[in-house]
């Protein structure tokens, strides 16, 4: 009996190096104001991390232009960068709303949307975002949300968003991968455990077509199916 091959696991494992290269190659890396963004966060100290990657940004931007997306959502904006990214891929007439529990963090937000010139796409509204969401008008809806916020709600603002989601609307997790520490086993700590639960929940859910990217910290894009 031939003993089973081996499935071929295709990727191409990432160093500074080549990471540097594909920040060099992607779109708008010399953006002066996303740079000056960067640099303003990384003054923050560690929490400078939960800024998205240069690369995961331009991403967001084509993203959002390719699925004409014209009403969108982020539920974590911290210091702005996503929120920038988004808003340039909305049309002229476009509108994000920002949820956010922080002043300290979004008053940089929106400083940088003025010198971005996307301020007047932007909605803030700032508080705990299950409430915030609970309390959107009745009927609104969304083509694209981007959610980055308190790992252990992940799953409570995707059963929020999901109603408001438009068919073939698009919804984009962060920080899936968890730094990597995930698939050795048990976890733990209640970050690890909700985002590996809710990884597991969305490749099962009937209401999406979802999948895993290696982008940045692990990026999930869902599609909503028809209801």
């Not at 031939?2 to 540097?20: E, G, H, Q, S, V």
């Not at 694209?144 to 109603?163: C, Q, R």
Request: glycine share 8%; with cysteine.
């Amino acid at each position: 009996m031939k003993a089973r091959a081996k499935p071929i696991l295709k990727y191409t494992a990432l160093n500074d190096r080549l990471f540097r290269y594909i920040c060099d190659c992607a779109g708008r890396h010399h953006d002066s104001v996303l740079e000056a963004l960067r640099a303003e966060t990384a003054t923050l100290g560690e929490i400078a991390e939960m800024q998205i990657g240069p690369d995961q940004g331009t991403f967001m931007t084509i993203l959002t232009a390719a699925i004409g997306a014209r009403d969108a959502i982020e539920v974590g904006t911290f210091t702005g960068y996503s929120s920038i990214c988004i808003a340039r891929g909305l049309p002229a007439q476009g509108r994000l709303l920002c949820l956010d529990a922080s002043k300290e963090w979004t008053d940089i937000a929106q400083r940088y949307w003025a010198r971005a010139k996307v301020a007047k796409k932007i909605e803030l509204r700032l508080g705990p975002a299950i409430e915030s969401l609970k309390k959107l008008k009745k009927g609104r809806q969304f083509d694209l949300a981007f959610i980055d916020a308190h790992k252990p709600e992940y799953d409570d603002y995707y059963e929020l968003v999901l109603p408001r989601m438009r068919v073939n609307g698009l919804i984009l997790f962060d920080n899936m991968l968890w730094g990597g520490r995930l698939g050795q086993g048990p976890i733990k700590h209640p970050n690890g455990h909700a985002i590996d639960s809710l990884n597991r929940k969305l490749a099962r859910d009937q209401r999406v077509e979802s999948v895993l990217l290696s982008i940045g910290d692990g990026v999930v894009m869902c599609r909503v199916l028809g209801k």
